[in-house]
């Protein structure tokens, strides 16, 4: 009694104290327990575990149909709670949710490896039978991808077992990368006469308030695998990539070289002055480009190739360890805002690069860029987005390199409406120029740029593509390819770029990428720009009438941010007594498919039908313009079935932010 009145006095409920005192008898879990009826030890461990990182969030569902979904005013009332994951598992109990519910729902949020390891210790703690690890693919564990536009081969693992397994990659015996399920490798020849490993384990933790119950004689609580080396030879043959470990093995070569003499002034330098002076490099405390491409106007005639080479320089710059951040088909608001977010990443010592392709004019010397929207006639300096606002907004910024590339005709507007650019042009003289930049231009003032039908990229980028990753100064670099445009019997007497800078040094595209002194800042870029590039987790939709589940997941449409692949997969719905499914289940499965439906505001293409080796059957959807979206994507998933067509069930659902949404919803907001 003393014990139960203690309970009592500190806040517990007299049924939450009874059921505590009952605990210190038998910690004894059924799975058909109500989560409200929990004994207290028992509740204090998974409230603990499920508070952490605020992990009962990530458990809550989207269907308002499932036992696990709350409103958003039920998420506010639960969040300001002293212990919200207490309250949660209350009112989930209080819906009939027991103990096998629970670790279902969180088999099913740990079912992809990548988000498994938070969702370990509330199984753990419900006692969930511990699983030896088996490869996803007896026959091929370890798929390698081939990257070309990266110049990377990727060494992909999977492996399912409980708790979650952990990765880790070995080269020749010695760990390299970062933990995890995938290793990307440089497309090098050296790579051939490397052996790469995966070893994969799982273990139940010691120390832990649920370790005695699986690390007892007799009881498995840990398993490893370990993966065949892996031959990457047919992977790198006729490869011309070299990796850093190779370059740095060729610059030691040279220094040895460097012993001879040296002379200035009639003066031989000792050897050591000469290795330094040879060594000698300019740095990049960060580097940062943005990539805008408009094809689709809407009144404006449409262009082929700026997609494709917005796809051409963001892959040669992220070989060159630029943070790029590429997008298609902006408006004025969006491309101004944007350039308000790029502003945000021009620090000192920054390398960065602006990339433009589209439609665009010039007048008294000032090149304006056209977004989307532009009205046919668009010659008045509302509907365009004049370079010198742009260079206006970043006066306070000092980059150490800023390259700024401008793909667009100069064509000069009608002479009547000259006049109603003459306060915009006032504009330019309340800026100072700006320092350390270099201007390339596709085409002069008054000259158009142009496309050739038939080929993926436009004549200035089919020139810069060849250049742009080589290792020399900047300006020689746009004069590389200002000297090949001129050669291109094409355009030679059509098309004459031009080259305007201010840079004082001898910078490169390929120099050095070194944080050290600009920690902090190049930490916040790193930031800011993974915000742009981050994909939701999955979402898992139950169809418990037709046990059926539907996993709905994201991948990226080459290097665009503000596009995406919606992936859509029907599989068996599994349960804690039958983890492994059933041939009956999995048949099930395949008779159906899942039909993903976005509101008009949207751009998505038909579905289409993929198959992946380790997926299987999946309906793709490319989603364009995600910059339209008003806050987290939503759409209405339609189980069909595969043969008649017929949708036999369709949930709505939400699918979180993507990519570009999370950062743009703010001006959605605003307008």
């Known amino acids: 009694f003393i014990v139960l009145f203690f309970l009592i006095d500190c806040g517990r409920s007299l049924q939450q104290a009874v059921i505590f005192f009952s605990g210190f008898k038998s910690m004894t879990l059924r799975l058909d327990t109500n989560l409200a009826e929990l004994p207290l030890p028992i509740l204090n461990q998974l409230s603990s575990s499920l508070n952490q990182n605020e992990t009962w969030l990530k458990v809550l569902d989207n269907d308002k149909k499932n036992a696990f979904y709350s409103s958003p005013e039920e998420i506010d009332k639960v969040t300001r709670q002293s212990n919200p994951a207490e309250a949660i598992l209350q009112r989930w109990g209080n819906r009939g949710q027991n103990v096998q519910s629970l670790i279902v729902r969180l088999q099913w949020l740990s079912f992809d490896q990548g988000f498994g390891v938070a969702f370990d210790r509330p199984q753990l703690v419900l006692k969930r039978k511990f699983k030896a690890l088996r490869w996803a693919s007896e026959a091929n564990p370890i798929k390698i991808v081939s990257d070309d536009d990266r110049q990377e081969i990727c060494l992909k693992a999977r492996a399912v077992g409980f708790p ?126 943005l990539i805008i491409s408009n094809c689709s106007y809407l009144h404006l005639p449409p262009l082929r190739t700026p997609h494709c080479d917005a796809e051409t320089l963001a892959g040669a710059l992220q070989e060159l360890h630029f943070k790029t951040v590429t997008l298609a088909d902006l408006t004025l608001a969006e491309m101004k805002y944007m350039i308000g977010e790029y502003r945000r990443l021009l620090g000192n010592d920054v390398y960065a690069v602006l990339y433009f392709a589209g439609h665009g004019f010039e007048v008294n010397g000032q090149c304006y860029l056209l977004p989307v929207e532009a009205p046919l006639e668009a010659h008045s300096p509302e509907f365009a987005l004049s370079m010198h606002w742009v260079l206006a907004s970043l006066d306070s910024c000092s980059p150490a390199l800023h390259l700024i590339l401008l793909d667009v005709c100069r064509k000069y507007v009608p002479e009547e409406c000259v006049p109603l650019f003459l306060r915009d042009v006032g504009e330019e003289r309340k800026h100072k120029p700006n320092r350390n930049t270099v201007y390339g231009y596709s085409t002069s003032g008054g000259i158009a740029a142009y ?43 059509k098309q004459i770029p031009e080259l305007r800078t201010t840079l004082t040094k001898k910078r490169s595209l390929c120099d050095e990428l070194i944080c050290d002194g600009h920690t902090a800042s190049f930490d916040r870029h790193n930031v800011h720009w993974t915000l742009m590039h981050e994909l939701p987790m999955p979402v898992y939709i139950t169809f418990e009438e037709q046990q059926l589940t539907v996993t709905i997941w994201f991948d990226f449409c080459g290097r665009f941010t503000n596009k995406v692949y919606v992936f859509s997969s029907v599989d068996q719905l599994r349960t804690e007594d039958n983890e492994e499914g059933t041939t009956e289940g999995e048949e099930r499965a395949m008779r159906h498919l899942a039909y993903l439906r976005f509101s008009k505001d949207l751009d998505s293409s038909p579905s289409r039908l993929v198959t992946d080796e380790h997926e299987g059957q999946s309906m793709c959807v490319l989603l364009s313009h995600l910059q339209k979206s008003k ?20 949930r709505d659902t939400a699918l979180g932010d993507v990519l570009i949404t999370k950062v743009l919803s703010s001006l959605s907001r605003r307008n």
């Open 164 to 289: 979650s397994p952990q990765f880790e990659w070995l080269r020749d015996g010695e760990p390299v990368g970062v933990p995890g399920r995938a290793l990307r490798v440089s497309k090098c020849k050296c790579e051939a006469t490397c052996q790469y490993i995966c070893r994969v384990w799982n273990e139940v933790e010691d120390g832990q308030s649920f370790s005695d119950f699986y690390r007892v004689e007799g009881k498995q609580y840990s398993s490893e695998l370990r993966s065949n080396p892996v031959d990457l030879t047919s992977h790198v043959q006729g490869t011309t990539q070299t990796c850093d470990r190779c370059k740095t093995a060729e610059l030691e070569k040279i220094r040895e070289k460097l012993g001879g003499s040296m002379v200035e002034d009639g003066v031989e330098r000792p050897p050591s002055e000469q290795v330094a002076a040879a060594c000698e490099q300019l740095v990049a405390a960060d580097k940062v480009a």
């Open 451 to 493: 496309e050739v039908k038939g080929e993926v990229n436009g004549v200035f980028m089919s020139a810069l593509k060849m250049h742009v990753k080589s290792p020399v100064p900047v300006v020689d670099m746009i004069q590389r390819v200002l000297v090949d445009i001129h050669a291109d019997e094409r355009v030679e007497k």
């Open 631 to 650: 806050g987290p994507l939503e759409c209405t998933v339609e189980l069909t079935d595969a043969q008649t067509k017929e949708v036999v069930a369709s």
